[in-house]
């Protein structure tokens, strides 16, 4: 089957410290990967995504490669801010035959404090 | 445009009832997904609907069920509620289909069985 594992958290900075979140996986055919963001009492947002082995996905500071040799798909950000304390989901899809079914495998999540 | 709306934000249910859930997908998505996040086992898969049809389901008891309107909107239903289904239920949309159509979800709905 299909599994995601996120590094234990919760992970506490300082402002403008370095953020490594890893997330490695196992899936049985070709997955997409995805990191979503959650704030405290709102849904998930899609933080990034990458699609084949290699790609890097990049948004708002943050980065993630996917790495098919390692099945890795590790979460970066150079120098973090207050408003980046949420919870971060590391994902996965294996798109059957081209068509997306809507089931998105997620890590059990890693919470994030930036302290000023 | 619109994000994904669903509602109630909020409910609160007895032991053995049942509940509605409803989900209105943004604007030309077609594919509604749903999603049990707790504490405990953190996001699960319930569904996915394309064009009203049931294309995908994870493993949860029949209780668990849903539908889709010719409008996109989804609704999910809950009957004989346990206390253990008390979570935040999720719902996303996607253009469906397409790799590059990656989900959009709601704020949720929180459920709480007492």
């Known amino acids: 089957g299909n599994s995601v594992t996120q590094m234990e958290g919760p992970v506490t900075l300082s402002e403008e410290a370095f953020l490594t979140i890893n997330c490695t996986y196992t899936?049985?055919?070709?997955?997409?990967l995805f990191w979503y963001v959650q704030y405290p009492g709102e849904g998930l947002q899609l933080l990034l995504k990458?699609?084949?082995?290699?790609d890097k996905g990049s948004n708002k500071g943050f980065e993630a490669t996917y790495r098919k040799e390692t099945t890795s798909f590790h979460l970066e950000k150079g120098s973090v801010q207050v408003s980046d304390s949420a919870v971060y989901f590391c994902?996965?899809?294996?798109?059957?035959?081209?068509?997306?079914?809507?089931?998105?495998?997620f890590g059990q999540g890693t919470i994030l404090t930036v302290h000023p | 445009k619109a994000g994904v709306t669903q509602t109630p934000r909020y409910l609160i249910k007895t032991r053995g009832q049942q509940v509605t859930l409803s989900c209105s997908p943004i604007?030309?998505?077609?594919?509604v997904s749903w999603y049990q996040q707790t504490p405990g086992q953190g996001l699960q898969f319930l569904f996915e609907?394309?064009?009203?049809?049931?294309?995908n389901k994870g493993n949860f008891p029949g209780r668990f069920s849903g539908r889709q309107f010719s409008n996109s909107r989804s609704e999910m239903n809950v009957s004989t509620l346990e206390l253990g289904d008390s979570a935040l239920y999720l719902c996303?949309?996607?253009?469906?289909?397409?790799?590059?159509?990656?989900?959009?979800f709601g704020n949720g709905t929180r459920l709480t069985v007492t």
């Open positions: 996303a949309s996607s253009l469906g289909g397409n790799v590059n159509s990656p989900l959009h």
């Open positions: 899936a049985t055919g070709y997955p997409s």
């Open positions: 990458a699609t084949k082995a290699d």
């Open positions: 994902a996965l899809e294996v798109i059957a035959g081209g068509t997306s079914y809507g089931k998105l495998t």
């Open positions: 604007s030309g998505h077609r594919s």
């Open positions: 609907y394309f064009s009203e049809t049931q294309r």
